[in-house]
């Protein structure tokens, strides 16, 4: 897409240069090409609408590269985001038995703004880490996690009748965020 937009930029600045040269040059270069009396105004107008046409389309063009990628600072700033979003409050212990579901949800909330949030991938590399990558960005990011119990406490649910009580541990996360893939 960025080579595409390129081009266009490169042809409306050739016809810039063609709608700024003015008739005796033209016919110096092409002898035996009198043109009509009225043919160099309209070649020099429809030339330069032409150029500012592919020049509009070609800065167009670039917004759309940049907004269909991401760079390598924006994922890092992304899964930055997210790693110290999964630090702020203790979590639940996942039913799945790790915490991809959680992590996926925190770097999309975190990329919302970056970049296109579909091109986010998340992978789990093992129980404990996590693989961030996204289209345009490098070799992404390996998010890693540890977790201890939380020294606030515990989720309780209250027993129904003679039934006890059902404590659920919540647990503190730690993340650290290093660069390439897990």
């Known amino acids: 897409m960025t080579a595409m937009a390129i081009g266009f930029l490169v ?12 008739q005796a040059w033209f016919e110096r270069c092409w002898p035996g090409g009198r043109m009509r009396d009225a043919s160099p105004g309209w070649r020099r107008t429809l030339f330069l609408f032409l150029a500012v046409a592919l020049a509009y389309w070609g800065i167009k063009g670039l917004r759309l590269a940049d907004e269909t990628s991401w760079s390598n600072r ?59 990558t996204a289209t345009g960005a490098g070799d992404g990011f390996c998010l890693h996690i540890t977790r201890s119990e939380s020294a606030d406490g515990a989720f309780v649910v209250p027993g129904a009748g003679d039934q006890p009580n059902t404590v659920v541990p919540e647990y503190d996360l730690k993340t650290k965020v290093s660069s390439g893939s897990c």
Do not use: W
Not at 11 to 22: E, Q, R, S, T
Not at 92 to 121: M, N, T
């Open 11 to 22: 042809v409306g600045a050739l016809f810039a240069v063609l709608g700024a040269v003015n």
């Open 74 to 132: 924006e994922l890092r700033d992304t899964v930055n985001e997210a790693a110290s979003a999964l630090e702020q409050e203790p979590q639940l212990d996942d039913p799945q038995g790790d915490y991809h579901s959680l992590v996926d949800s925190e770097v999309r909330k975190a990329g919302k703004g970056s970049g296109p949030v579909i091109a986010l991938d998340v992978t789990t590399a093992d129980k404990n880490s996590y693989t961030v």
